[in-house]
């Protein structure tokens, strides 16, 4: 929880640029928080949103890592190059989309850096807001070693046939019956990506097929509510969804003994 704190307890962080194996192994950049200590600690893979490989990415992962995470945010816009994270994102979407296969072997390659290092508890979930929130639920229906995930207002989650493509095959409710772990969503009853009418199927789709899920829908809010850099930041909806995901990932990512 936000401020439940010891003020006489050590604290400290590492935050840096890491590589690991991404889709096809090929090497790629992340985003790598921990805290300092012996742990052992869960771990988080990041999924970041269309407007890039951003510093509000990076601002994420070091808040779950204050809350004692391991926390990588993959650079799934790595093949598009490299400059500001608006530029590449740009690229990305004048290509199509950076293609979901893509997207999940970056993951599956995050999952196993995490679940590799010394001072991993060995439980993983994954979060994403926006497109990286859709992705969210794509990895918890597609990637092996998750065990919760937190989709932030994910939108094309509901697809209609005409939107599929290339790089976006398949619709991601149409594989609910495959969410392998424990699912936390976050939407904003004012949005418009999604709208709350997809939110309603996407939930009837996860009762239809018995999955453990729980919605959070917020009054007074639309998309991106966590970004304080924009005019869609909601202080009040932000602090308790945020609340809401650690307690999430501390009930299901931390060892109960």
């Known amino acids: 929880m936000w401020n439940d704190l010891n003020t006489d307890a050590y604290e400290g962080m590492l935050a840096e640029t890491v590589t690991m194996h991404g889709h096809d192994d090929d090497r790629i950049h992340a ?7 012996e742990g052992p600690y869960p771990g988080i893979v990041l999924i970041p949103h269309m407007p890039g490989w951003d510093e509000l990415n990076r601002e994420v992962a070091r808040r779950f890592t204050q809350h004692g995470f391991l926390v990588v945010c993959p650079d799934i816009y790595e093949r598009f190059g490299h400059g500001r994270p608006d530029q590449v994102a740009l690229r990305a ?3 199509g989309g950076v293609p979901d ?7 599956e390659g995050a999952v196993d850096y995490l679940a590799g290092l010394p001072y991993s508890n060995g439980h993983v979930g994954v979060i994403g807001m926006c497109s990286g929130g859709r992705h969210a639920f794509l990895a ?20 209609a046939e005409e939107d599929l493509s290339e790089a976006q095959p398949v619709a ?3 594989l609910t019956s495959q969410l392998s772990c424990p699912l936390m969503g976050i ?19 996860l009762v239809k097929h018995g999955k ?11 998309h991106a509510i966590w970004n304080h850099a924009g005019e869609s930041y909601r202080p009040t909806q932000a602090m308790d969804s945020w609340n809401k995901a650690l307690q999430f ?3 299901h990512l931390r060892d109960q003994s």
């Open 140 to 159: 918890a229906c597609q990637v092996e070693g998750l065990d919760a995930a937190v989709e932030c207002w994910g939108g094309r989650v509901v697809m």
């Open 31 to 37: 985003y790598f928080s921990r805290p300092l200590g």
């Open 212 to 222: 453990e899920y729980v919605f959070h829908r917020y009054d007074g809010a639309g």
């Open 93 to 95: 979407r004048e290509a």
């Open 249 to 251: 990932f501390d009930q």
């Open 172 to 174: 991601p409710i149409d």
């Open 187 to 205: 939407f904003g009853n004012d949005d418009k990506f999604p709208t709350p009418e997809q939110v309603d199927l996407h939930e009837a789709e």
């Open 101 to 107: 296969a893509s997207v999940m072997g970056d993951c």
